[in-house]
Structure formats: C-alpha cells, structure tokens
C-alpha cells in the first residue's frame, strides 16, 4: 500500500528546543514537498525537493531547515522553534513533473509553548 | 502576484444542490491548477485538476471551469451530498513544484 508516513503526529515542545519532524514515503516517487496549514492562511509550502540531495524554499522556509539524503526520507528540521511556528505541518510526494498528484501525509501537529 | 485568493470563506449547501467555490489568480506563468479536498484529521486529497489549455473538465459530480482572460477558475459540485461536506482548496503551480494555495472553503451540506 502507498504510503506518505510522518513522525510524530503530535508534539508539545518548549522554545529554542531544537526538533525534527519526519515524513518517510514507500512509492519510490522523487518529489517531496513540506507545507504548513494555519487557520485563514491555508496551506502554504515550506520546502521541496526535487530529488536526492536537490532541495528549494518555498514561499516560508525562514526558520526552517530540510534535508534529503536518501529518497524516501525528507526531514524537516527546526533548530529553534518559536510559538509562530505553531501549525499543523504536511509532507506531500508526487512523480514526474509537477502536473502529477501530490500524495499527502496525515499531518503532524505542533504546538511550541 | 504570487496570491490564489479564494471565496467564500465558508459555504452552507442543501442536499442536492450546487456548491460553487471560486479562485483567483494574477501570476499569468501559472500554468497547473487543482483542487483538493479535506476531510477532519486527515490530509488534503487531489479532486480534480486542470491546465489552461481547456476551459472547463468534469469528473463525475465535480467540474472546474477555468477563464484564462479573467484569471479565475471555480469548482463546481454538483448534487451536493452531506459526504462532500469538508475543507476545499484551490491551488496553482508555474510548473515548477512550486505550488501556490488558497486559503480554503469550508463546505457543510445539509442533509
């Protein structure tokens, strides 16, 4: 079964303390994408990657930090998390060129006090 | 310009009739345009997408219209059931993975 998995769903964490929310995928696709959802603003993307070791900011990457070193794992990394950045996060996966279907996780949501 | 504005906010449907949710745009490379769908708890889903190469495309209940000139494309949901009732997004990408969306519609349909 094709699968977008993330880790964890739910995180409680303090300011300044650094995290990393995980999204791992089993379809062998090469496009993964980071957004986060907040009420009002829908979804906006952090980062995406392209393929291994190929990534790009998307339109709010400040305070984030993304990483792709194997092709089913794409690491969303926040060195110093600030009570702005609490949001419900998604990864998404898709193929091909970017008029393919973009697969999403079921979310991850963080709450930094 | 880099915006997809979308309207309304939220929408209130009887069971069986159209459900209509507009979307805006001004980057005129945008040139891929789909809407998602989303349930409570989970995340969004691909409905039904187009390019604008056509001006309207139908899959079962859902149809986008798609107006190059006015830079606008709604969806259209017709036959509303309450199960179509969740969170829409438009969304528009230049091609390039990157991927712009609207801030969602909250659709409720009354049985």
């Known amino acids: 079964e094709a699968q977008v998995t993330q880790n964890p769903r739910y995180l409680i964490t303090v300011t300044g303390k650094k995290l990393t929310v995980t999204c791992s995928q089993n379809m062998n696709h090469e496009y993964m994408s980071w957004y986060r959802q907040d009420p009002g603003l829908g979804l906006r993307q952090i980062y995406y990657?392209?393929?291994?070791?190929?990534?790009d900011k998307g339109d709010v990457p400040e305070g984030y930090k993304v990483s792709r070193k194997e092709k089913r794992n794409f690491p969303l990394i926040l060195e110093s998390p600030s009570p702005n950045q609490t949001s419900l996060y998604f990864c998404?996966?898709?193929?091909?060129?970017?008029?393919?279907?973009?697969?999403f996780g079921p979310g991850t949501r963080l709450t930094v006090l | 310009q880099q915006q997809v504005k979308q309207s309304p906010q939220s929408l209130i449907v009887q069971k069986g009739g159209i459900s209509i949710i507009n979307c805006a745009y001004e980057?005129?490379?945008?040139?891929?345009f789909p809407w998602y769908q989303q349930f409570p708890g989970k995340g969004p889903a691909l409905l039904i997408a187009?390019?604008?190469?056509?001006s309207e495309k139908k899959e079962g209940r859902f149809t986008i219209s798609f107006n190059k000139s006015a830079k606008q494309f709604s969806l259209h949901i017709m036959d509303s059931q309450p199960g179509d009732s969740a969170t829409y997004f438009c969304?528009?990408?230049?091609?390039?993975?990157?991927?712009?969306f609207g801030t969602g519609t909250r659709l409720k349909v009354l049985a």
């Open positions: 998404a996966v898709s193929w091909g060129d970017s008029y393919n279907e973009q697969f």
């Open positions: 187009i390019r604008p190469d056509v």
């Open positions: 980057n005129t490379a945008f040139d891929y």
């Open positions: 990657s392209m393929n291994v070791e190929v990534t």
């Open positions: 969304a528009a990408s230049p091609g390039t993975y990157k991927y712009i």
